[in-house]
């Protein structure tokens, strides 16, 4: 069974897909969930 791993876009030293990143290695098999007020996905090319 997956376990959710949640994390905001937003950060003061990194961003949420940064650290969800840098989970995959110990995680392997954790289901991530990035949180955003973006409307288009396209604007998350930036992070």
């Known amino acids: 069974m997956a376990i959710p ?3 905001g876009i937003l950060w003061s030293e990194i961003n949420g897909t ?3 990143t ?3 290695e ?3 098999d954790t ?3 990035l ?4 409307t ?3 604007d998350l ?3």
């Open 26 to 28: 110990g995680f392997p």
């Open 31 to 33: 289901m991530r969930i």
């Open 45 to 47: 090319g930036d992070f």
């Open 5 to 7: 791993l949640i994390s």
């Open 18 to 20: 940064e650290f969800l």
């Open 22 to 24: 840098m989970t995959v």
């Open 40 to 42: 288009d996905v396209e």
């Open 35 to 38: 949180l955003t007020g973006f």
